[in-house]
């Protein structure tokens, strides 16, 4: 049997508007949900990040076996529709857990993160963002929805047997918060209100760039 709590967290920043989208769904022993970040330079990425996780969720509602990479591909054709001729995108980090398993589907440089309980975070979703000499530079996306590379879409899907974490988030928050810090607020703190408390300490003494959201999965396994 499995205890999932789940909570979730989004602020603007410095912007003037919150162009992430962040959403999360529990049923009994299951949880999904994903997270989007519009793609600023283009016209309407508010409406193409909450058109993503509005789609990913509602799907997954009606039918929780959907293939996720077929998911992708309408939820792309969705978003190429909103405005026309106009480009618009946005990133997204999609994840479901049910019957031990974990599928994660991912386009962008949204992320999401894995914990087990002993060990520390791993990102499981590769940031899709132009390099060069391992050089990452973050403002250039590779594949993104609205302009997806179904070849390129990021698949992953595990068996679990064990407690574990899912963070999902947006670029703005794991460049505010590093991957030191996250493992050392999930070290100290077990509850799942505690660690959000921090995290949001830990966002307040940064000086955000973009906007900032984050989510939460604690996954507790019972065995009786």
């Not at 409406?47 to 309408?74: H, P």
């Not at 996250?182 to 955000?208: C, G, H, P, T, W």
């Amino acid at each position: 049997m499995w205890t999932i709590e789940c909570l979730k967290y989004t602020v603007k920043g410095p912007r003037l508007r919150n162009e992430d989208s962040i959403e999360i769904i529990k049923d009994g022993e299951s949880v999904y949900g994903a997270v989007a970040d519009g793609i600023g330079s283009f016209d309407s990425s508010e409406q193409a990040s909450v058109s993503a996780t509005n789609q990913f969720i509602n799907s997954i509602k009606v039918n929780a076996n959907i293939d996720l990479t077929t998911l992708a591909v309408n939820i792309d054709d969705t978003v190429k529709g909103i405005n026309g001729e106009s480009k618009t995108g946005t990133t997204l980090s999609g994840f479901i857990f049910a019957g031990d398993i974990l599928q994660i589907i991912h386009a962008g440089d949204s992320r999401i993160y894995f914990k087990e309980e002993t060990k520390s975070f791993k990102q499981l979703t590769i940031d899709h963002v132009f390099s060069r000499g391992g050089y990452r530079k973050s403002n250039v996306l590779t594949n993104y929805i609205g302009n997806l590379d179904k070849s390129k879409i990021q698949f992953v899907k595990e068996k679990i047997d064990t407690s574990f974490v899912l963070l999902i988030c947006s670029d703005g928050f794991y460049e505010a918060v590093s991957d030191l810090s996250l493992n050392l607020v999930f070290s100290k703190y077990n509850s799942i209100k505690n660690i959000d408390n921090q995290l949001k300490i830990e966002i307040a003494n940064r000086s955000l760039r973009d906007n900032c959201s984050y989510g939460i999965i604690k996954c507790t396994q019972s065995r009786h």
